[in-house]
C-alpha cells in the first residue's frame, strides 16, 4: 500500500521557522523525484520545491528561493522541507508528491499538512 505521511506543521509567527517531512511507503522512494505543493485559502495549488531521486539537483518557486530547502534521506523513504523567514503568505496546506522519474505519469500524493504563519 502506498503512502505518503507529511508532518511537521502547525502555528509559527512570522520569521519564525518550521520543517516538515513526508515519509514514504509502499514503493521503490530512490526512484522517485519528490516535490512540495502547497494549496493556500481561494488559491490553487503551486509548486513550491523539487528534488531529483538521487537528491543531486534541486528547484524552487522564486517565492521561495533562499528560505526554503528541500532534502531527502532515501535510507529513511524520507523527504524534508526546511521553511526559514516564513511569511504570512506562505501558510497553506503543503503536500509532498513523489513520481517515478522514468514515467512521471505514476505519481502519489500525501494528505497535506497545514501551516499556519500568524503573530
Known amino acids: 500500500q502506498v503512502q505518503l505521511v507529511e508532518s511537521g506543521g502547525g502555528l509559527v509567527q512570522p520569521g519564525g521557522s518550521l520543517r516538515l517531512s513526508c515519509a514514504a511507503s509502499g514503493f521503490t522512494f530512490s526512484n522517485f523525484a519528490m516535490s512540495w505543493y502547497r494549496q493556500g485559502p481561494g488559491k490553487e495549488r503551486e509548486l513550491v520545491a523539487f528534488?531529483?531521486?538521487?537528491?543531486?539537483?534541486?528547484k524552487y518557486a522564486d517565492s521561495v528561493k533562499g528560505r526554503f530547502t528541500i532534502a531527502r534521506d532515501n535510507a529513511k523513504n524520507t523527504v524534508y522541507l526546511q521553511m526559514n523567514r516564513l511569511k504570512p503568505e506562505d501558510a497553506a496546506v503543503y503536500y509532498c508528491k513523489g513520481h517515478y522519474e522514468l514515467n512521471p505519469l505514476l505519481s502519489y500524493w500525501g494528505q497535506g499538512t497545514q501551516v499556519t504563519v500568524s503573530s
Open positions: 528534488i531529483t531521486s538521487a537528491g543531486g539537483s534541486t
